[in-house]
C-alpha cells in the first residue's frame, strides 16, 4: 500500500536548464495538488489536476512552469530555464475524490539551482 | 496578504512543557486542517475540524475551532521531542465547484529533551 511517491527526492540544476518532477499518486487516486515551499516558509498552492485534466493553475507561474496528468503514468511537473529563485521543495498530494476527502503528501523534491 | 496568520512562528520549549499555537484568519472558513511536517518530509494531516466550538484531542493534542470559525488553535500537553516540527494550517477552498488548500506560515516548534 505505497504512499505518495516523488522523484527525485533531490535534483540539482544549473541555471537556464530543464527540471523535471514526476508524482506517483496512491493507488485509486485520481486528484494531485502541487505545492511549493520556500525555505522557513508554508507550503503554497500551485496547481491542482485530475487525469488529464488541469483544474485550477492560478498558483502557477505564467511562464516556465508546466503541469500534466496523462492518462497512463505519473504527474509531471515541468520547470523550463530555471534560475535560482526556483530553489525550492516541491511536495505533491494526492486525494481520491475533492469533495471530503484528506490529501496525501508525497516527501518532496528538493530543486537547488546553481 | 495572508488568509491563514500563524503564531509564534518560532518555538523552542523544554520537554514537558505545554504550549499552544495559533491559526488565524479574517475570514470565517468552513473547515480547517492541522499539519505536522518533519524536517525532509511531507505534511501529515493530524486533524480536521468542521464546526465552530469543536474540540477534538488527539493523544496529548488538542485541537479547537473558534466559534465564529475564523481562529483554532493546537495545545500539546508535555511536549515530547518526537513534537518537534513544523505545524501548519490549512483550510481548503471552493471556488467554482472546485477545491484548493491555503496554508498558513507555519509554526516551527523545537522540544528540547
Known amino acids: 500500500n505505497a504512499g505518495v511517491m516523488q522523484n527525485p527526492r533531490h535534483l540539482v540544476r544549473r541555471r537556464g536548464q530543464e527540471a523535471r518532477l514526476r508524482c506517483s499518486p496512491m493507488k485509486g487516486h485520481s486528484h494531485v495538488y502541487w505545492y511549493r515551499q520556500l525555505p522557513e516558509e508554508g507550503l503554497k498552492f500551485m496547481v491542482y489536476?485530475?487525469?488529464?485534466?488541469?483544474?485550477?493553475e492560478s498558483g502557477m507561474p505564467k511562464e516556465r512552469f508546466s503541469a500534466e496528468f496523462p492518462k497512463e503514468g505519473p504527474s509531471i511537473l515541468r520547470i523550463q530555464q530555471v534560475v535560482r529563485g526556483d530553489s525550492a521543495a516541491y511536495f505533491c498530494a494526492s486525494s481520491p475524490q475533492d469533495r471530503t476527502s484528506e490529501q496525501f503528501f508525497g516527501p518532496g523534491t528538493r530543486l537547488t539551482v546553481l | 496578504t495572508q488568509l491563514l496568520e500563524q503564531s509564534p512562528q518560532f518555538l523552542s520549549i523544554q520537554e514537558g512543557e505545554n504550549l499552544t499555537v495559533y491559526c488565524n484568519s479574517s475570514s470565517v472558513f468552513s473547515s480547517l486542517q492541522w499539519y505536522r511536517q518533519e524536517p525532509g518530509e511531507g505534511p501529515v494531516l493530524l486533524v480536521t475540524v468542521v464546526t465552530g466550538g469543536e474540540v477534538k484531542k488527539l493523544k496529548r493534542l488538542t485541537f479547537q475551532f473558534g466559534d465564529a470559525r475564523k481562529d483554532s488553535s493546537l495545545h500539546i500537553t508535555a511536549a515530547q521531542p518526537g513534537d518537534t516540527g513544523l505545524y501548519l494550517c490549512?483550510?481548503?477552498?471552493?471556488?467554482?465547484?472546485?477545491?484548493?488548500?491555503?496554508f498558513g506560515t507555519g509554526t516551527r516548534l523545537k522540544v528540547l529533551a
Open positions: 490549512a483550510l481548503r477552498l471552493s471556488t467554482s465547484g472546485t477545491y484548493k488548500y491555503i
Open positions: 489536476l485530475q487525469k488529464e485534466n488541469i483544474i485550477d
